[in-house]
């Protein structure tokens, strides 16, 4: 069956802290791995990752995939009240039918506080 | 304007209603998606459309049904309401094509509940 696991389930820090969010997969056919921020509505879009090591960068955000293993982190540096949100991973499956779908963890719930 | 639109926010009902959640997109998309999330469980895929004359099952799609009006137009039933339907629902769009795909953008959601 093909599952996304993220750890820690919950995390609260004070802001400018360094936080690191995990996300371990294990699925039939592997695309890419994305990552979504989700606050109060809708999950909002961070990064895609399809090839391992090469990091992406977003600000104070970051993310790297490490196929060989089958997992992703994120890091948020100097961490923000403003990055509290969940921080939801999803694998994208690569065969028949399903192609394109995602397949999400249950988040991180990540709380900053000042 | 939100590129994908959620009607109605919230909604109230009871047991054994029929409900009709919609969902449009500005975004020209192909694909069109529902999931529902409750806490816990993460989001949940129930059904999914790769375009008008194309719908499939996702991993929850028992009690629930799926019209794709039109490309932009989306929408989500549940013939006969319980109330462990009651949950927040989410639509997405994303663009078909080749290669590693593009991410899914998703509405602010609806929040069901079914007493």
């Known amino acids: 069956e093909d599952k996304v696991v993220q750890s820690p389930l919950s995390l609260v820090v004070h802001e400018g802290d360094t936080v690191t969010l995990n996300c371990s997969y294990e699925?039939?056919?592997?695309?890419?791995l994305l990552w979504y921020k989700q606050e109060k509505k809708a999950p909002t879009f961070l990064f895609m990752l399809?090839?391992?090591?090469i990091e992406k960068k977003s600000g104070r955000l970051s993310s790297i995939l490490d196929k060989k293993e089958l997992f992703s982190i994120l890091n948020i540096t100097a961490t923000q009240t403003g990055d509290s949100a969940v921080y939801l991973c999803?694998?994208?499956?690569?065969?028949?039918?399903?192609?394109?779908?995602?397949?999400f963890g249950k988040g991180t719930k990540l709380s900053v506080k000042p | 304007d939100a590129d994908v639109t959620q009607t109605p926010r919230n909604r109230i009902t009871k047991t054994g209603k029929r409900i009709m959640l919609e969902c449009s997109q500005t975004?020209?998309?192909?694909?069109m998606y529902w999931y529902r999330q409750d806490p816990g469980l993460g989001l949940r895929l129930i059904y999914y459309?790769?375009?008008?004359?194309?719908?499939n099952k996702g991993e929850i799609s028992d009690g629930y049904s799926v019209s794709r009006q039109a490309q932009a137009k989306f929408s989500l039933s549940l013939e006969s309401a319980i109330p462990n339907q009651t949950a927040l629902y989410f639509c997405?769009?994303?663009?078909?094509?080749?290669?590693?795909?593009?991410?899914?953008?998703f509405g602010d959601g609806t929040r069901l509940s079914i007493l």
């Open positions: 997405a769009t994303s663009d078909g094509g080749q290669g590693v795909g593009q991410p899914q953008h």
């Open positions: 699925v039939t056919n592997f695309r890419s």
């Open positions: 399809t090839s391992s090591g």
């Open positions: 999803a694998v994208r499956l690569d065969f028949g039918g399903s192609q394109g779908n995602l397949i």
């Open positions: 975004k020209g998309h192909d694909r």
């Open positions: 459309s790769f375009d008008v004359k194309d719908i």
